[in-house]
Nanobody, 124 residues
Framework: QVQLQESGPGLVKPSQTLSLTCTVSGGSITTNDYCWSWIRQPPGKGLEWIGY???????YYSPSLASRTSISRDDDKFTFYLQMNNLKPEDTAVYYC????????????????WGQGTLVTVSS
């Protein structure tokens, strides 16, 4: 079973860039088994999808965040990354990486996998 682990800074100053890493174990990020996403949850609010990267390397972003967000991966390190520029206090949230199974994997009984989340606070 795939497992995910987020890592990154807990505190970032406004206007700076956030870089988060999601380390994947138990699966490959280059096969069509999962869609690899970043999702966040601001304090007291619901989940917000940020974007995802497919096994092909194609990326898709939330329109509201696309202008300052980038998702990439390192196949050799079994990791994928989130970079978000020009951070604002309203970007304060718990950031999760997430693996959504493909239809074939779902039919085989594999479900969505979440990392434990990492709190990022944007403050001077």
């Amino acid at each position: 079973q795939v497992q995910l682990q987020e890592s990154g800074p807990g505190l970032v100053k406004p206007s700076q860039t956030l870089s988060l890493t999601c380390t994947v174990s138990g699966g490959s990020i280059t096969t069509n088994d999962y869609c690899w996403s970043w999702i966040r949850q601001p304090p007291g609010k619901g989940l917000e999808w940020i974007g995802y990267i497919l096994y092909s390397g194609s990326t898709y972003y939330s329109p509201s965040l696309a202008s300052r967000t980038s998702i990439s991966r390192d196949d050799d390190k079994f990791t994928f990354y989130l970079q978000m520029n020009n951070l604002k206090p309203e970007d304060t949230a718990v950031y999760y990486c997430n693996a959504e199974p493909s239809e074939n994997m779902f039919l085989l009984g594999y479900g969505t996998v979440w990392g434990q989340g990492t709190l990022v606070t944007v403050s001077s």
